[in-house]
């Protein structure tokens, strides 16, 4: 039997989770694959909630979950949990992060973990002291491909590092969704969030990919300089128009130290980098997977658990990152997708958005 929080889990040793949130993601993702067969032995979803009238339990009877709930509150209540996975709205992470630790609940935070450098900060001494283990997404250093860049860099295979570079953009990607234009609770969901402060923009939402992977490829950032601002300030779904408030165009100026910089994007559409990262030194260059314009030799099937029903089911990599907490929690086998790595990345973003305010470059604080 593992402890949890002080309490004891289950002699099957199964871990009790909770999805908080039955939005795109979740939809999608996370409910079809912590409902196959495959991983019954070690996890069940045992609760559901979302603040929208019907949308919990609709997908508590789609997924044959038992307990549905429009509050988190309730959810906690019932205490039929041992760990969540938080799906909602990022700017709500922090808050139900709070809650859930609070409750002795181990945690799964889909990306991004928090909006800033103090919440993270927050989330990881609370977690320490309730003894609750936290798995922040997203864990691209789990991928081979990005395990096999690092080593071939510390190998010195591009010579001496110069610069680097990723970034994503919105496009119209969330409103094209396929639960978005439906006409039930699970299929007729709204993006606006994604385009609000706070949690919104593709900073949390899209380019926290890139940056998890350059900073576990090349180590922590010093320093950040940044513009950023709305460039689209309506936009529309389903013939209604959406006020947007937060920042859309975000472009991050990075010190690595010793001269080694990088760029970092998140803009409201148009893209700049091949393969989604670019890093660049005295003796060549590797963008995405090639290396010089070779293909890196690196395993096709990436996830330790993506495996059998898994591959072709959506958000493979966030249903990996869960597993990695399930793990933790079973078999108390840490996970490389750390809140201290998640926290890191955070501090850039909100250094960023600071530097664009105050025109002044900011020196970060944190590491992992």
């Keep these: 039997m593992k402890h949890r929080g002080g309490n004891i889990l289950a002699t099957n040793n199964i871990v009790r989770i909770g999805v908080i949130g039955v939005g795109s993601i979740s939809v999608r993702g996370i409910l079809p694959h912590l409902t196959q067969d495959d991983v019954q032995?070690?996890?069940?979803?045992?609760?559901?909630?979302?603040?929208?009238?019907?949308?919990?339990?609709?997908?508590?009877?789609?997924?044959?979950?038992?307990?549905?709930?429009?509050?988190?509150?309730?959810?906690?209540?019932?205490?039929?949990?041992?760990?969540?996975?938080?799906?909602?709205?990022?700017?709500?992470?922090?808050?139900?992060?709070?809650?859930?630790?609070?409750?002795?609940?181990?945690?799964?935070?889909?990306?991004?973990?928090?909006?800033t450098v103090d919440e993270a900060d927050d989330l990881?001494?609370?977690a320490a002291q309730?003894?609750?283990?936290?798995?922040?997404?997203?864990?691209?250093?789990?991928?081979?491909?990005?395990?096999e860049i690092k080593r071939l860099i510390e190998d010195g295979a591009i010579g001496t590092l110069t610069w680097a570079a990723t970034g994503s953009s919105f496009g119209r990607y969330h409103e094209s969704e396929s639960v978005r234009q439906g006409d039930d609770v699970l299929s007729n969901i709204n993006p606006a969030w994604y385009f609000r402060k706070p949690g919104g923009g593709p900073l949390y939402d899209m380019t926290v990919y890139g940056l998890h992977t350059m900073t576990g490829i090349l180590g922590p950032v010093k320093r950040v300089t940044a513009f950023s601002g709305v460039r689209v300030k309506e936009r529309e779904f389903r013939g209604?128009?959406?006020?947007?408030?937060?920042?859309?165009?975000?472009?991050?100026?990075?010190?690595?130290g010793e001269a080694f910089f990088g760029f970092i994007y998140g803009a409201a559409a148009g893209h700049a980098i091949r393969?989604?990262?670019?890093?660049?030194?005295?003796?060549?260059?590797?963008?995405?997977?090639?290396?010089?314009?070779?293909?890196?030799?690196?395993?096709?099937?990436?996830l330790p658990h993506v495996?059998?029903?898994?591959r072709s089911i959506q958000e493979a990599h966030v249903f990996e990152d869960i597993m990695q907490l399930v793990d933790w929690i079973r078999e108390d086998k840490p996970s490389i997708v750390t809140a201290e790595h998640a926290r890191h990345v955070i501090e850039i973003f909100d250094a960023g958005y600071q530097s664009a305010q105050t025109g002044q470059a900011q020196t970060l604080r944190t590491t992992f």
Excluded: W
């Design 41 to 115: 032995d070690r996890l069940q979803v045992t609760a559901v909630c979302d603040p929208v009238p019907g949308r919990a339990q609709a997908a508590a009877e789609k997924f044959n979950v038992p307990h549905a709930y429009q509050t988190f509150e309730e959810l906690l209540a019932d205490g039929h949990v041992d760990a969540v996975s938080i799906a909602s709205p990022i700017g709500l992470h922090y808050e139900q992060g709070k809650l859930a630790i609070e409750h002795g609940l181990h945690a799964h935070f889909n990306k991004t973990m928090t909006t």
């Design 124 to 126: 990881i001494e609370s």
């Design 130 to 147: 309730k003894g609750v283990q936290l798995v922040a997404s997203p864990g691209q250093m789990l991928r081979p491909i990005h395990q």
């Design 240 to 256: 209604e128009m959406l006020a947007c408030d937060m920042d859309d165009n975000t472009f991050i100026l990075l010190d690595f």
């Design 275 to 302: 393969g989604g990262l670019a890093i660049n030194g005295t003796a060549g260059s590797i963008e995405g997977s090639t290396i010089n314009g070779n293909p890196i030799d690196a395993p096709k099937r990436e």
């Design 307 to 310: 495996v059998g029903p898994h």
